[in-house]
């Protein structure tokens, strides 16, 4: 009896433990050039995105004109980030198969009045509903004339639901975004199905039924 009872406990416990969840990090740093992204470590990218590699570090060979403490390479905002800047709203979109969920954070530099939005959707392609919206970014410019982008702030964001995409739109080249950390979710859910609960209640409800029959 002590044994069935235990057998149950265990499959109680099983159907109310979640499964684990996990993390995508994207920090760009197997970059070796410039280039446009498409699909990278699990993720794709469509239209106006980056990666881009610094130049301003003397540990780095690359294009992008940023510096940033233990790294060389990121991601930016760009129609064409081997050419001068242009002062037209440009966007990109990130796709992650599966989504993501709970939360979503980065570290970002911007430049001043760069007019920066980024779009949570529970949508592929920056389509549906919107999950989350953040406006503002911005930043103070370098004080080196040679560098464009010194200055970097982290951030994160909550939302509720599963997001299957991103949407990043701003002025052209006046953002760079690198450590993008997305939790994904659990291959069973993250919560435990109510008839497994149900069914783990009632065989613990009958083996402490059976327990004291027998003790009388």
Do not use: H
Not at 36 to 45: E, I, N, R, S, W
Not at 69 to 97: H, I, K, W, Y
Not at 127 to 140: H, P, S
Not at 207 to 212: E, H, N, P, V
């Amino acid at each position: 009896m002590r044994a069935t009872s235990k057998l149950l406990a265990l499959a109680f416990a099983s159907a109310l433990q979640p499964a684990m969840a996990g993390v995508v990090f994207l920090n760009f740093e197997d970059l070796t050039d410039t280039a446009k992204l498409g699909a990278y470590d699990g993720v794709t990218f469509s239209n106006d995105a980056w990666g881009v590699t610094s130049k301003a570090r003397p540990d780095c060979t690359g294009f992008g004109s940023f510096v940033r403490a233990g790294s060389c390479g990121a991601l930016e905002l760009a129609l064409d980030a081997r050419a001068n800047p242009g002062q037209t709203t440009q966007s990109f979109v990130m796709d992650l198969a599966g989504g993501f969920i709970t939360e979503f954070s980065f570290v970002y530099s911007a430049r001043p009045g760069s007019n920066v939005t980024i779009q949570l959707f529970d949508g592929a392609g920056g389509a549906g509903n919107e999950l989350q919206n953040l406006t503002g970014l911005t930043e103070a410019g370098c004080a080196t004339p040679t560098v464009r982008f010194c200055n970097w702030t982290a951030m994160s964001t909550k939302f509720n639901g599963v997001a299957l995409s991103l949407k990043v739109t701003g002025l052209d080249q006046s953002l760079f975004m690198d450590d993008l950390r997305f939790i994904t979710p659990a291959s069973g859910g993250n919560l435990p199905e109510p008839a497994s609960i149900a069914l783990a209640l009632g065989g613990l409800g009958a083996a402490a039924w059976t327990r004291r029959r027998a003790a009388r």
